[in-house]
Protein backbone atom coordinates (compact mmCIF):
# COMPACT_ATOMS: atom_id res chain seq x y z
CA UNK A 1 0.00 0.00 0.00
CA UNK A 2 1.21 3.33 -0.92
CA UNK A 3 0.57 6.24 2.26
CA UNK A 4 0.65 9.74 1.78
CA UNK A 5 3.17 11.36 3.97
CA UNK A 6 3.93 14.91 5.40
CA UNK A 7 7.43 15.50 5.91
CA UNK A 8 8.60 18.30 8.27
CA UNK A 9 11.68 19.22 8.76
CA UNK A 10 13.74 23.02 9.60
CA UNK A 11 16.38 21.75 7.57
CA UNK A 12 15.75 21.79 3.81
CA UNK A 13 18.44 19.10 3.03
CA UNK A 14 16.53 16.35 5.34
CA UNK A 15 13.30 17.60 3.58
CA UNK A 16 14.70 17.08 0.36
CA UNK A 17 16.34 13.73 1.07
CA UNK A 18 13.48 12.44 2.54
CA UNK A 19 11.36 13.66 -0.43
CA UNK A 20 13.74 11.83 -2.66
CA UNK A 21 13.80 8.70 -1.26
CA UNK A 22 10.50 8.19 -0.51
CA UNK A 23 9.20 9.15 -3.72
CA UNK A 24 11.45 6.31 -5.52
CA UNK A 25 10.01 3.53 -2.52
CA UNK A 26 6.63 4.54 -3.97
CA UNK A 27 4.89 7.03 -1.26
CA UNK A 28 3.43 10.19 -2.16
CA UNK A 29 4.32 12.95 -0.15
CA UNK A 30 1.59 14.82 -0.38
CA UNK A 31 3.07 17.81 2.13
CA UNK A 32 6.53 19.31 3.21
CA UNK A 33 6.97 21.92 5.96
CA UNK A 34 10.02 23.70 7.16
CA UNK A 35 8.47 24.46 11.03
CA UNK A 36 5.90 23.05 13.63
CA UNK A 37 3.07 25.43 13.13
CA UNK A 38 2.96 25.57 8.86
CA UNK A 39 3.31 21.42 9.37
CA UNK A 40 -0.05 21.80 11.26
CA UNK A 41 -1.42 23.70 8.79
CA UNK A 42 -0.48 21.60 6.33
CA UNK A 43 -1.84 18.40 7.96
CA UNK A 44 -4.85 19.94 8.33
CA UNK A 45 -5.39 20.58 4.28
CA UNK A 46 -3.93 17.49 3.47
CA UNK A 47 -4.65 14.87 5.49
CA UNK A 48 -1.61 12.55 4.98
CA UNK A 49 -1.88 8.37 6.32
CA UNK A 50 1.65 9.58 8.17
CA UNK A 51 3.50 12.42 9.79
CA UNK A 52 7.77 11.88 9.72
CA UNK A 53 8.18 14.83 12.18
CA UNK A 54 11.38 16.51 12.83
CA UNK A 55 12.03 16.60 17.04
CA UNK A 56 12.96 19.69 17.34
CA UNK A 57 11.88 22.70 14.87
CA UNK A 58 10.57 25.94 15.59
CA UNK A 59 6.97 27.21 16.10
CA UNK A 60 6.12 23.76 17.61
CA UNK A 61 8.44 20.70 18.27
CA UNK A 62 7.53 17.44 16.59
CA UNK A 63 6.25 16.38 20.32
CA UNK A 64 4.00 19.15 20.63
CA UNK A 65 2.60 18.22 16.98
CA UNK A 66 2.22 14.54 18.21
CA UNK A 67 -0.07 15.56 21.47
CA UNK A 68 -2.11 17.34 18.98
CA UNK A 69 -2.52 14.60 16.47
CA UNK A 70 -1.28 11.35 17.34
CA UNK A 71 -4.85 10.41 17.78
CA UNK A 72 -5.62 10.34 14.39
CA UNK A 73 -2.32 9.51 11.88
CA UNK A 74 0.71 7.68 12.58
CA UNK A 75 3.76 10.05 13.84
CA UNK A 76 7.34 9.31 13.25
CA UNK A 77 10.09 11.26 15.07
CA UNK A 78 12.82 12.32 13.11
CA UNK A 79 15.87 12.85 16.02
CA UNK A 80 19.23 13.13 15.95
CA UNK A 81 19.52 12.73 19.79
CA UNK A 82 18.64 9.41 21.82
CA UNK A 83 17.50 11.27 25.40
CA UNK A 84 15.49 8.68 27.79
CA UNK A 85 13.41 11.86 28.61
CA UNK A 86 12.89 13.15 25.16
CA UNK A 87 11.77 9.32 24.32
CA UNK A 88 9.46 8.84 27.10
CA UNK A 89 7.85 12.46 26.06
CA UNK A 90 7.43 11.14 22.66
CA UNK A 91 5.92 7.76 23.66
CA UNK A 92 3.85 9.53 26.04
CA UNK A 93 2.75 12.08 22.90
CA UNK A 94 1.32 9.24 20.83
CA UNK A 95 4.63 8.54 18.74
CA UNK A 96 4.04 5.40 16.65
CA UNK A 97 8.17 5.54 15.96
CA UNK A 98 11.37 6.73 15.04
CA UNK A 99 13.84 7.52 12.40
CA UNK A 100 17.24 8.59 13.30
CA UNK A 101 19.90 11.09 11.47
CA UNK A 102 21.68 10.68 9.48
CA UNK A 103 19.10 7.95 8.11
CA UNK A 104 19.34 5.54 6.05
CA UNK A 105 16.95 4.31 2.90
CA UNK A 106 16.86 0.87 4.63
CA UNK A 107 15.01 2.15 7.24
CA UNK A 108 12.54 4.27 6.37
CA UNK A 109 10.16 1.50 4.92
CA UNK A 110 10.84 -0.43 7.94
CA UNK A 111 9.42 2.54 10.39
CA UNK A 112 6.54 3.57 8.33
CA UNK A 113 5.08 -0.19 8.28
CA UNK A 114 6.26 -0.22 11.83
CA UNK A 115 4.18 3.13 12.90
CA UNK A 116 1.37 2.12 10.85
CA UNK A 117 0.81 -1.09 12.57
CA UNK A 118 1.51 0.55 16.23
CA UNK A 119 -1.30 3.47 15.06
CA UNK A 120 -3.84 0.90 13.79
CA UNK A 121 -3.38 -1.20 17.18
CA UNK A 122 -3.52 1.50 19.44
CA UNK A 123 -6.94 3.00 17.49
CA UNK A 124 -8.57 -0.78 18.43
CA UNK A 125 -7.62 -0.94 21.96
CA UNK A 126 -8.55 2.92 22.56
CA UNK A 127 -12.03 1.47 20.63
CA UNK A 128 -12.50 -1.44 22.32
CA UNK A 129 -11.69 0.47 25.95
CA UNK A 130 -14.21 3.09 24.51
CA UNK A 131 -17.03 0.02 23.74
CA UNK A 132 -16.12 -1.62 27.29
CA UNK A 133 -16.88 2.18 28.93
CA UNK A 134 -19.82 1.97 27.21
CA UNK A 135 -21.09 -1.18 28.00
CA UNK A 136 -20.15 -0.81 31.91
CA UNK A 137 -22.47 2.51 32.08
CA UNK A 138 -25.24 1.31 30.56
CA UNK A 139 -25.32 -1.61 32.92
CA UNK A 140 -24.84 0.65 35.40
CA UNK A 141 -28.12 2.85 34.30
CA UNK A 142 -30.07 -0.24 33.70
CA UNK A 143 -29.01 -1.20 37.61
CA UNK A 144 -30.71 2.38 38.62
CA UNK A 145 -33.42 2.39 36.44
CA UNK A 146 -34.39 -1.23 37.72
CA UNK A 147 -33.73 -0.50 41.64
CA UNK A 148 -36.11 2.59 41.16
CA UNK A 149 -38.41 0.00 39.44
CA UNK A 150 -38.21 -2.75 42.32
CA UNK A 151 -38.62 0.08 44.75
CA UNK A 152 -41.49 2.43 43.37
CA UNK A 153 -43.09 -0.40 41.30
CA UNK A 154 -42.28 -3.10 44.11
CA UNK A 155 -41.20 -5.25 41.33
CA UNK A 156 -38.89 -8.12 41.54
CA UNK A 157 -35.57 -7.71 40.06
CA UNK A 158 -36.48 -10.25 36.93
CA UNK A 159 -39.46 -8.07 35.91
CA UNK A 160 -38.10 -5.12 36.50
CA UNK A 161 -35.52 -5.72 33.90
CA UNK A 162 -37.75 -7.34 31.81
CA UNK A 163 -39.82 -4.14 31.78
CA UNK A 164 -37.18 -2.49 30.79
CA UNK A 165 -36.08 -5.02 27.93
CA UNK A 166 -39.84 -4.62 26.89
CA UNK A 167 -40.08 -1.27 26.94
CA UNK A 168 -36.72 -0.91 24.88
CA UNK A 169 -38.31 -3.42 21.92
CA UNK A 170 -41.52 -1.39 22.33
CA UNK A 171 -40.23 1.71 21.70
CA UNK A 172 -37.30 0.73 19.34
CA UNK A 173 -34.50 2.43 21.87
CA UNK A 174 -31.71 1.23 23.44
CA UNK A 175 -31.99 0.11 27.01
CA UNK A 176 -29.69 2.59 28.28
CA UNK A 177 -31.93 5.26 27.23
CA UNK A 178 -34.82 3.50 28.62
CA UNK A 179 -33.18 2.97 31.92
CA UNK A 180 -31.93 6.86 31.55
CA UNK A 181 -36.02 8.16 31.25
CA UNK A 182 -36.93 5.90 33.97
CA UNK A 183 -33.74 7.49 36.03
CA UNK A 184 -34.87 11.01 35.37
CA UNK A 185 -38.82 10.90 35.58
CA UNK A 186 -37.67 9.27 39.04
CA UNK A 187 -35.86 12.41 39.74
CA UNK A 188 -38.76 14.45 38.63
CA UNK A 189 -41.25 13.03 41.07
Known amino acids: MTYKILIADDESLIRMDLYELLTEMGYDVVA ?45 LLTAYSESDLIR ?41 KHLENQLETRKLVEQAKGILMKSQHMPEAK ?6 QLSMKKNISMRKVAEAIIVTSDLG
Not at 57 to 62: E, N, Y
Not at 110 to 120: K, N, S, T
Not at 160 to 165: C, D, G, L
Open 89 to 129: QAKKAGVSAYLTKPFKAKDISPAIEFAVRDFLTRTKLTDQV
Open 160 to 165: AYRHIQ
Open 32 to 76: QAEDGLEALEKYGQTKPDVCILDVRMPGKTGIEIARQIAEHVPII
